[in-house]
Every structure is written in structure tokens, then in C-alpha cells.
């Protein structure tokens, strides 16, 4: 690994006549980041001891963060620190002063404590605001049960410092214990070990052994219950939820297994899924030993799982090898998607994994597209200084990198390159990795002993798709399109063609719709198959974007849509309806909704909408 900086090489000089503390220059090792102004270089965080109230009537979380710091002779320790009140600190138990930064809209402010070349631990009483960006404090209303508030947190890519002062970049890797006290009526659960059921007083106490990156400190709390897939796999959710959630992943070991046997041990021992409130972010966040998901993935037919084998593949590609910043976020991704597309290949064949690969490869076609006229956002490594990090969590980093991966893959043979996946997992497991270690790593231990020549500086550096990209074809795609034109042309439809579609055909079906399709063949597909009233949220959410782009306004497909955006936080499915109504000059009736739905969605969701239709709060 090849992470040397200026600075590491005044420490390693600083220390070469001191015996002692030799063993301490080899954790000095990070790089530059422009996400964190914290300085692991000098003196950096490896354990957290939380001790934590979740306030809900106030709608605060209050408590002190210990931390183990190593100490390179500093007198001073840099952490992260945004939107949280800071009463005092301690070195060894003793008061000691700090002070905050100039506030970054971004980052926030860095947060200076003065410690001695001696010290081991720092503790920080310290409470969050209104303000803080990772929490998301939902009323019963909110809920599936509506009978209890609840709590989720939102950690990646530079929230986690919203909730715990921390220094808060992927580099940071820390162990932590936490003990919180929540109301005796709800559970708490972690990113940790983690308790199966209530307890009398409230008061949960967490480990997670395993050294992890800061984004991936998580916390939820709710009236929620807990149910075994496996002795390692499970669920938790609130009540109404939980036996749906249970029978929609009841496939869960088997992913484990299909993992297992293509990349190595799972080395988190327990891997269960929570399901949260609708207003979740994201699909699926892969908090380490829980993963955190959106009940939007609950279709009754187990047919969007593939965002499970997504968040268990990142139990290697993000949680085990970590992206060293924001700029290589693609690591993190793009071996993620082609992770879960083989977990998906080995359980449900090839058919169904090439569905899912072409349907990001079309979102790649358009996220490429929208950046025109910013190419750098199209290549896989970014430079996301003075930019939020989210900015670069698209297609590009998931779809471009997968396509590269599959590309390389069939290059090298299959056979080559799994054995050089299992083993780059093995060998850079719990650490960071820049996207210049990586291909080095790849060029040491796949391309130079194969003599095989790749593009992947061109790949990695450039803009674009390169032309030796993968291929990849559905037979069944190609069939949905089919059947789309005998419709289109003859006005008949033969429900008896789809009856056994997955959702990638239906999601195809709908995408291919032509400019010109009318209404009278929007009614009479809607009349067929029922498409406005779906429970299954990826076709409703093709289906909603489809009627907004044609004017459609049958069936009540306008209220069901307005329903929609205001149940649902999901980013993904809500941007994209959004961006439908912009594209087609309708903000203002974007607008409408959106003033309804926004107190509804998480800061990471509302974020990307104000500034998508220009919202002012
Ligand atoms: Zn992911």
C-alpha cells in the first residue's frame, strides 16, 4: 500500500530516533482528504466508548464520546465536528481546552482539543441541535404501526459528524462500545451486536469488535421485534411488518452462502436487515452486521432483493476494503453491484443477473448523458474537492465501475479473475484503499503475471465509456420489446405473456415506451396490468415517471403519484419523479408536492430536491 504523504515523512524522521515508538510510525499512513479536516497523522481515534440518551421529547441525543486516541508526541487532536453542541472535554478524565473552526457549509467545523504527548483518551459531552443531518426523528404517524416515534440514523458519506464529534473520514478505522438509553417502550440497535429483545429499562448496550469506518456507525431506534432466518441471518421490523419483511428475505442465508462461496468467509458474523420507515434515503445502507432498508423493497414476491445481495456484497467492497476517501467512492460501488450481480447470477441464474446489469447500463447511458457538460463526473476517479460527496454517488460510480469490472472480467476469464478478487479481499481486509493502490494491486498480481494489457487508465482517468466495453443482451429484454410492439401495432394485449415477468422485464416494458405513445395506449396497458395501483415500488416508480413525461392522467395516476412522493423518501425514486416534472416544464406542480412531501423525507433526500427545483425553504 502506497499512502505517503509530506507530512508522514517529517513524522517518520521525527521519530526514527525514538525506539520506542516505532511501532506507532506504521499507523501513520494516511492521505490527503478533503472531507475531514481531521489530522490522523498526527493523532488519531482507534476505539469509541458512547454513552448515550436518545431524548425523543426533545428530540436530542445528549451523552459523552470517549474515545483511545494514538498520540504521535501531538498537542493537539483534530476531529469533526457539525451542527453539535460541545459543553466540555476531557483528557484522562481531566477538563481540557478546545476550541471550533470557521464553519464550512459542507464540513462544518473542525474541532481542536489540546491533549499532551501522553495522553490516551479524550471524552466529549456534547449534544446534537435541530439541526443535525444525520438523524431523522419521525412521529408515530411516520411509522408502519403509528404507535411510536422512531429513530434511524444517516451516517455516509460526512454525516456521522452530525450525531457524534468524530474524525470522520473512511480512512479512520475504530472499534466502539456504546451504551444507550432509549424509552423503556422502544429497542435499540446498532451497527454492533445487537440485542434480540426489549429490555425492562431501556438502556442497550452495543460492541462492534471489528474496526470500522466512521460512516458506518449507525443507530435505530422504534417499537421493533426481531426474527431468525438463520442462526446468523435475520430481520428486525416494527410489528405489522415483521412477518412480511421475514417471508420477503427468507433467501438471506442462501446469499450469505453464494457470497461466501465466491469471495470468502463473511467476516461480521451476524448479518440481519432492518426495515425502516418509508422516508429511509436510500434503499439499502450496509451498516456492518445490519443493514439498514427501505420497506419499499417489500414487493410480496421477493422480487427486489437484489438490493439485499447489494448490501451483503458490501461486507467485503466497502465495510471490509474501504474506499480512502470520497474520490474513490467507485471502490466502495462499482465492486458492489458487481458482487451482487453474481450473488444474483449463482441463486437465480444468468438470465435474471444480465437483466439487472442492463438495466444499469442503461441508467449509465443517461447519467452520462446529464453530464455533458461536466465529463469529469464521468470518470471513475473523482475530485470532489469543495463538492459534497454525495455528488458523486451515481450511476457513474455503481454502473460505469460494474461495467469495467465485467469487462476486465471477461478479458482475464472468469476463473483469473475471481481468484484475484478473493485474494484482494484477503489481502487489503479491514483497511482503505485509494484507487491507485488498487491498480497497482491489479497490475501486480493479475494483468503483468497474465501479460494481459487493459485499458484502465482510460477506464479509470477518462471520461466517458470506453469502447471495449462488455456486451450485455436479454433475451428477455428483447422479448418485452416485442411484445410492446405487437401491442402498440394490433391494440391487443395477452395478459397470459407477462403473467410470469420479473420486475426487470416489467421495468423494461415500461422504459421502452416510444415518444409518441398516446394516451388511449397508456389507458388500455393501465386497464391490463394495473400498473398506477402497483405495490411493487420500482414499476410504480417507472410507471409514475412515464405518466408524467406523456400526460397521462388516467386511472387517478396523479393522486397515487402525489401519495407516493409523499409516503416515500427513497432519493433515488423521488428524484427521478421530480426530475420528470422539471424536464417536462412542470416545477411547479413538482412544487406543489413537494411542499407537502418535504417534512416528510430525511436532509440527505431534501438536500437533493431544493436544489433540483430550486426550493427556498
Ligand atoms: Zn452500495
Redesign the pocket.
Known sequence: MKKQTFLYALIVLAFNCDNDKKEDITTSNYVEEAHSFAQPNISVIKHLDLNIDVNFDEKIIEGIATYTIENNDASEIVLDSKFIDIDRVEADGKDTPFSLGNFDEQLGQALKINIENDTKTISIYYKTTNKTEALQWLNAQQTADKTHPFLFTQGQAILTRTWIPIQDSPQIRITYNATVKVPSELMAVMSAENPKTKTNDGVYHFKMRQPISPYLIALAVGDIDYKAVSDRTGVYAEKSLIDKAHAEFSDMEKMVVAAENLYGNYDWDQFDVIVLPPSFP?????NPRLTFATPTVIAGDKSLTSLIA??L??SWS?NLVTNATWNDFWL??GF??YF?IRIMEALYGKDRANMIALIGRQDLEEEVEGFKDEPNMTKLKLDLTNKNPDDGMNSIA?DKGYLFLRTLEEKVGREKFDAFLKSYFKTNAFSTVTTEDFIDYLNTNLLQPNAISFNVDEWIYQPGIPKNQAIIVSDKFENAERILHVFLDTKAVDVSQTKDWTTQEWVHFIRNFPETITNDDMKRIDDAFNLTHSTNSHIAMVWFEQAINHDYHGNSVDQNIEAFLIRVGRRWYVSTLYKAYKRNNKVDEALAIYKKARANYHSVTANTIDEMLDYKK
Open positions: 436510500f434503499g439499502g445502507m450496509e447489494h448490501e456484497a458490501h466497502g466502495n460501488e458492489t453491484v451482487e455503481y
